[in-house]
């Protein structure tokens, strides 16, 4: 069974470009969430989908970043225009019910320059 | 404030030694915990989990945690590491229908 996929693995964008990434989550998990661990800190929460809806999205840090999660399957999340402190890595996770056991992608490395 | 403590940035241990990594929470009620790793190029993996029940935890990899009410804490535990448990370890806490709360992380080394 495929594990929790995300592209690209690095991304290296110049200051106010626009970057998409993408996570595909495990074949038939419900749950699908986005973390983000700015360098030296604590990987933190950004928001939580249920399907297609946003069940959660407390943690997104300010109307630069757009999350879908169209037909309920992939998600994308879009950083426009992206900022220097939006330098990190960036999680997806997915799971069966909320919280029980969330199964982590690789991340994608984003640096903006 | 609901917060997740790991004390030790990071800590090197001679392979074949035993290994303790502290993690202490701050939360509302008894969360969920968890102990999950990332090896270089790697995702994060889960190690281990505490719902309810006995509070003596056993995981992958030989990994074990000890979860203690009385002082809000969910120690990790191995008693021989060997070289390829090098990584960062990561404690958080949460429960159904809430967002993990991770710590800081603890970069473990493994020295011949």
């Known amino acids: 069974e495929a594990g929790v996929t995300q592209f690209p693995s690095h991304s290296v964008i110049e200051k106010g470009q626009t970057v998409t990434l993408r996570c595909d989550p495990i074949s038939g998990h419900d749950n699908l969430y986005w973390y983000r661990r700015v360098m030296g800190k604590e990987i933190k929460f950004l928001l939580h989908f249920v399907k297609e809806s946003k069940q959660d999205e407390s943690g997104m840090p300010n109307n630069r970043f757009l999350a879908e999660r169209t037909g309920g399957t992939y998600s994308t999340l879009k950083v426009q225009p992206a900022e220097l402190e939006d330098s990190g890595v960036y999680f997806c996770?997915?799971?069966?019910?909320?919280?029980?056991?969330?199964?982590f992608g690789q991340g994608t490395r984003l640096t903006v320059v | 404030a609901q917060s997740v403590t790991q004390p030790d940035i990071h800590i090197t241990v001679s392979e074949g030694a035993s290994l303790e990594l502290r993690c202490n929470y701050s939360?509302?009620?008894?969360?969920?915990l968890f102990w999950y790793v990332q090896s270089p190029g790697q995702g994060l993996q889960l190690l281990l989990k505490?719902?309810?029940?006995?509070?003596l935890v056993q995981g992958i990899k030989g990994f074990e945690a000890e979860f203690k009410r009385s002082q809000s804490s969910f120690n990790l535990r191995k008693p021989s590491v060997h070289w390829s448990d090098a990584a960062e370890y990561f404690c958080?806490?949460?429960?159904?229908?809430?967002?993990?709360?991770f710590g800081k992380g603890t970069t473990l080394s493994v020295s011949s």
């Open positions: 939360y509302g009620a008894t969360p969920y």
């Open positions: 505490y719902f309810s029940g006995d509070t």
């Open positions: 958080a806490v949460g429960q159904a229908g809430t967002a993990l709360i």
């Open positions: 996770a997915s799971s069966i019910q909320p919280n029980t056991e969330a199964f």
